[in-house]
Nanobody
Framework: QVQLVESGGGLVQAGGSLRLSCAAS????????MGWYRQAPGKQRELVAI???????IYADSVKGRFTISRDNAKNTVFLQMNSLKPEDTAVYSC??????????WGQGTQVFVSS
C-alpha cells in the first residue's frame, strides 16, 4: 500500500516562496514518476510539474521559471520549490505517484494561499 504525505503549504505574500515536500512509503520509489498537481476553487485540477523515473521534467507553462521540482530517491521524497508566487498560484497542491501521468496514487493535498 502506497502512502503519500505532503507538507510545506501555507500562507505567503505575493512574491514569496514556499517549498512543498511529499514523502512516499510502501513502494519502490525510484521506478515511479512523481508529480505535483493543483486545484483552485471552481477550477479543474491541473498539472504543475512532473519528474519521471528517468529524471525528465515537465512544467506547466504558468510556472516555468518560478517553480522547481526535484526528487531524492534515497529518501523517497519529491519536492516543489515555488518562488515568485502569485495570487493565481493559490490552490490545493497534491502529490502524485505512479507509472502513468497522472499516476495511480495521490496524497491528501496541502493548501497554498498567496495573498496580494
Amino acid at each position: 500500500q502506497v502512502q503519500l504525505v505532503e507538507s510545506g503549504g501555507g500562507l505567503v505574500q505575493a512574491g514569496g516562496s514556499l517549498r512543498l515536500s511529499c514523502a512516499a512509503s510502501g513502494s519502490i520509489f525510484s521506478i515511479y514518476n512523481m508529480g505535483w498537481y493543483r486545484q483552485a476553487p471552481g477550477k479543474q485540477r491541473e498539472l504543475v510539474a512532473i519528474i519521471t523515473s528517468g529524471g525528465s521534467i515537465i512544467y506547466a507553462d504558468s510556472v516555468k521559471g518560478r517553480f522547481t521540482i526535484s526528487r531524492d530517491n534515497a529518501k523517497n521524497t519529491v519536492f516543489l520549490q515555488m518562488n515568485s508566487l502569485k495570487p493565481e498560484d493559490t490552490a490545493v497542491y497534491s502529490c502524485n505517484l505512479g507509472h502513468g501521468i497522472p499516476g495511480r496514487y495521490w496524497g491528501q493535498g496541502t493548501q497554498v494561499f498567496v495573498s496580494s
